[in-house]
């Protein structure tokens, strides 16, 4: 199930990365202490050993007794012989007679006199020229920058994985060989539509053969489409291991750099490798950050990097033969975007959807995630997928992680269900936090909190109420949890209306016992007014509108420019006041519905503010009243109204 790269070594052609060990550590500083050696013993001193002595009185004096011979100066620094041997100091023990001396002449010396007393004495004088800039200085300053320069290029490209400075253009894509470990379609679970749409494409890598001798062409190219977390990428890992064939992965984004041209280098180099290793498959992730359409951009055109290398990628599906066995498999949750040239036959011609998961779907991915994980016997998958609507694969795999992560911190042998429905709450309602409030706080939260549940037990079409708790949560002080008994697909009106009915329930419920209002409302509100507004500019629910779509679905703009509204200054009035009149009039029959029921909110509030939480079955009691059918198991918050 786990995928994993294939793991490289010496003996899968890969060498191992050069390191500097002990030995060869030795050895450099072996050499080392040899060069040194050996630019004393070329460089050292030779002849008698050199005395220094001062110029006053000592070197003086000597010149004046005509003892000095000769003398070579450089500069300020005289060196010299003399007739005969002299001790300095002559008191030390251990100096030794040498006829050799070396001196300096100070700045203030009359230098007159010396010549003349030189040459008086018949001194033979030699003068050196000051020393130059030594070779290897010269060796150095001009080869220095060269060599830090192309190092720390070098250093780049292997930190960057292109492995040399010679292939910044190669593919980055990850190449995955079938292994024992491979991932398979026992491995995906939930989207057994998707599946069958790609069998087709694994028969005919397994024998391609069966199809060409029909006259039958494979589709070259792929594309998933689905939101985030559905599965994609997996279901194009099952596809490479079932088929049994390599599986070059990359991103889209991985294409893409500053220098032009470099995308589609890669994107060449990337289908040279595929076709080498075919029959193969080659998989695109996000291909919708190249794949736009061309000429959306202020600044798109022929010299554009992103243009390019789209450009490419439609070259080469292009040039694909029938027997070349390799498909392309990309994937994005934006197919809206795609350029139309990628979707047209012999390119991406075969979509699959990838839809979130219904509850046998989801019970199915839950025993996928669990496999490896030790389940206590009161654990029920069944129920936990009924509590998970709208959850999609990643979703419940961190749902598996997080509730064994949970069992381990409470040392728990086994997983539990209450390991999973606290962790189901965390990933849901976020972590509780410990956080004190004042009776009066406390008290508002669980009126605000009866509210919602209230207005929703006593609202035809509204969700049974599977939950209410004032603990607090991330952002919120308390939450009420309302879900359908099983998956719904398709809402009438009057559900919608009980939803936006429900949201007010927090605030009217405040206003009847406070008479005011607080800002505890503002998710209610917000969740309300795009309801509402949905409604009106989307779903053709308003009379005042009529059947027709007003509001642009994500990712919409105009087709003249980027921010250009199609719809009128008029429209956009009766939109909004469509919008308040279905908010204000579901706010208004909560405010009634609590009003004849306020006994049932006082009993229901007085019991959540002393258990702080309480399941569905025991606030429908509390309030009074007979539990909604299917409101006894928790289910996910399809309708979360927070305080």
């Known amino acids: 199930m786990k995928p994993t790269e294939t793991d490289k070594s010496p003996e899968d052609g890969q060498a191992a990365k050069p390191h500097l060990g002990r030995r060869e550590l030795g050895a450099f500083m072996l050499l080392l202490a040899l060069n040194w050696l050996l630019v004393l013993l070329l460089y050292g001193a030779s002849g008698p050993p050199r005395v220094t002595i001062p110029y006053s009185p000592t070197f003086l004096a000597q010149v004046q007794a005509g003892n000095v011979t000769t003398i070579t100066a450089q500069d300020a620094a005289i060196q010299g012989t003399l007739k005969h041997a002299i001790r300095y100091p002559a008191r030390a023990k251990d100096a030794r007679a040498t006829t050799a001396f070396s001196t300096r002449v100070p700045d203030f010396a009359d230098t007159k006199a010396l010549d003349a007393m030189l040459q008086e004495k018949g001194v033979v004088v ?31 490209m292997r930190r960057s994985g292109s492995g040399s400075m010679f292939s910044f253009g190669g593919s980055k894509a990850k190449k995955y060989e079938p292994t024992s470990e491979r991932v398979t379609f026992a491995d995906v679970a939930g989207i057994d539509e998707a599946k069958q749409e790609l069998a087709e494409v694994v028969d005919f890598l397994r024998d391609p053969g069966k199809y060409q001798k029909l006259g039958a062409h494979i589709p070259r190219g792929v594309l998933l489409t689905g939101q985030p977390g559905t599965g994609k990428t997996l279901l194009a890992r099952a596809v490479a291991g079932e088929a049994n064939v390599p599986f070059f992965s990359m991103s889209a984004s ?37 794949g736009r359409s061309r000429g959306s951009g202020a600044f798109s055109g022929a010299n554009d990097e992103r243009e390019q290398t789209l450009n490419q990628i439609l070259t080469e599906m292009d040039g694909f033969d029938a027997s070349t066995g390799v498909i392309v498999i990309a994937a994005t949750n934006r197919p809206d975007v795609l350029d139309s040239a990628l979707l047209r036959p012999g390119r991406f011609d075969r979509r699959v959807p990838v839809q979130p998961p219904d509850k046998d779907g989801r019970e199915q991915i839950l025993r996928v995630h669990t496999r490896e994980v030790p389940l206590a016997h009161d654990v029920d998958l069944d129920a936990l997928a009924a509590t998970t609507a709208g959850m999609v694969g990643a979703d419940l795999a961190n749902l598996a992680n997080e509730a064994a992560l949970l069992a381990a911190r409470r040392e728990h042998e086994q997983v539990t269900m209450g390991d999973f429905t606290d962790a189901l709450e965390k990933i849901e309602l976020g972590t509780a936090r410990k956080l004190r409030l004042s009776e009066s706080d406390k008290r508002r939260t669980a009126y605000h909190e009866a509210g919602h549940a209230l207005v929703g037990m006593l609202s035809p079409g509204a969700d049974p109420v599977r939950k209410i708790s004032i603990i607090p949560r991330t952002m919120s002080l308390g939450v009420t949890i309302s879900a359908p008994g099983s998956d719904r697909f398709n809402y009438d009106k009057e559900s919608l209306l009980a939803h936006i009915k429900v949201a007010t329930g927090g605030r009217a419920a405040e206003e009847v016992v406070y008479g005011d209002e607080t800002t505890g409302a503002e998710s ?3 969740q309300a007014t795009q309801l509402a507004r949905n409604m009106v500019g989307r779903f053709g629910m308003s009379d005042a509108i009529g059947f027709v779509t007003v509001l642009p679905q994500d990712g919409d703009g105009s087709a003249l420019m980027p921010g250009v509204s199609d719809v009128s200054e008029r429209t956009k009035q009766r939109i909004d006041d469509e919008m308040r009149r279905i908010v204000g009039e579901a706010h208004d029959e909560a405010v009634q519905i609590l009003t004849d029921n306020r006994e049932r909110l006082d009993s229901l509030a007085e019991a959540l503010f002393e258990a702080e939480t309480l399941e569905g079955p025991d606030a429908y009691a509390a309030a009074g009243l007979a539990p909604s059918p299917g409101a006894a198991p928790p289910a996910e918050p399809a309708t979360l109204v927070a305080h």
């Open 126 to 156: 030699t003068a050196k020229a000051p020393p130059g800039t030594p070779f290897w200085e010269t060796l150095v300053a001009g080869f220095l920058p060269t060599i830090l320069f192309f190092g720390l290029w070098y250093w780049i």
């Open 254 to 290: 991985e294409f893409v750099e500053m220098i032009v041209g470099v995308g589609a280098s890669r994107v060449r180099d990337l289908f040279a490798q595929a076709k080498a290793a075919s029959p193969s498959i080659i998989f695109i992730d996000e291909i919708d950050a190249i």
């Open 524 to 526: 209610d509100i917000r």
